[in-house]
């Protein structure tokens, strides 16, 4: 007797296969860095110092006070000896620091500290963001040129840039500040300075980033997908713009991201050597960390008005400097020690 066989019993129901979701470049490189917690608070202080330094007024008009407003009677300085007398030594407790002034007074003018160091951050970090634009924009163009085309191209580059890093630019910006006119290019007073400092900090100081381009672009150059565009017929320009370029934005970006914190520094020096910005009794605020070290290094009795901006400066560099080896170590591994 012959049986059939039921082919109408439901099948076992499967659960769907996932996908395997690909991650790009980038988001393995965030992945990295989330890890590095040391990069990771170094970057939120930079984001916080850059909102500072944009919302500046409103961060004043909260916590302080006009930085161009004297408070005189509160200062405990002796006017007539510009300062303590000789032996005293004002200590925090005595500096002024309360609830209305959170960093302290000035010691002459007895102007809120609190209210200068966050306007100053505003003309520190545009100084060293815009010299750090002017220099990765002309080392990585020089960079990748003499590396790609090589020979008398990238011989004439090269002695070029130990000219520029043999150069010295401290005595070349402050001679250059001493002939400096009252206007020029249709700029006058901090303007002109800074746009001065701008350029004698990016210009000068872009051989170090077409030293570190040029690097990458001699191993790149010999890499299977650049001659596989030459075979293709693509010329020396598409090359570097479509093949090259791409390639050199990470390290680009970290060595932009190692560049700031040294023009923080170079620009607090030339402010405290007197070729920076000055500052100003009205109008807008003149004042950069540096300038109030140079005013702190005359009131050595009074310690908190070298400690905040001196801490100011401190905080900004090894933000910067941690941020910036973070990302170095998660867009390039291979280089993690």
Known sequence: MATSTDTSAPEATQAPVKAIEGRSLGRIAWTRLKRDKAAMTGGVVVILLILMAVFAPLIVGWLGH???????????????????????????????????????????????????????????????????????????????????????????????????LAFPLLLFAIALVGVLPDRAFGLSGNSLRIALLIFIIGFFNWPYMARIVRGQTLSLREREFVDAARSLGAR?????????????????????????????????????????????????????????????????????????????IFITVLAFNLFGDGLRDALDPKSKR
């Open 66 to 164: 006009p930085p161009n407003e004297f408070h005189q009677d509160n200062t405990l300085l002796a006017p007539e000896l510009g300062g303590l007398p000789r032996g005293d030594f004002l200590f925090f407790e005595n500096s002024g620091i309360s609830g209305d002034f959170l960093f302290g007074l000035e010691p002459q003018n007895g102007r809120d500290l609190f209210s200068e160091i966050v306007y100053g951050a505003r003309v520190s970090l545009l100084i060293a963001f815009l010299a750090t634009l002017v220099s990765v924009v002309i080392g990585s163009t020089l960079g990748v040129i003499a590396g790609f085309f090589g020979g008398f191209v990238d011989t004439v580059i090269s002695r070029l840039m130990d000219i520029f």
């Open 236 to 312: 020396g320009p598409y090359i570097i713009v479509k093949e090259m370029l791409p390639n050199l934005v990470a390290p680009i970006l970290v060595y932009a991201t190692l560049l700031i914190p040294t023009n923080v520094l170079f620009e607090a020096a030339l402010s405290f050597l007197g070729v920076g910005v000055q500052r100003q009794v009205v109008g807008e605020p003149g004042v950069t960390w540096g300038g109030l070290l140079a005013d702190a290094a005359r009131n050595y009795t009074v310690p908190h008005f070298m400690f905040f901006p001196g801490m100011a």
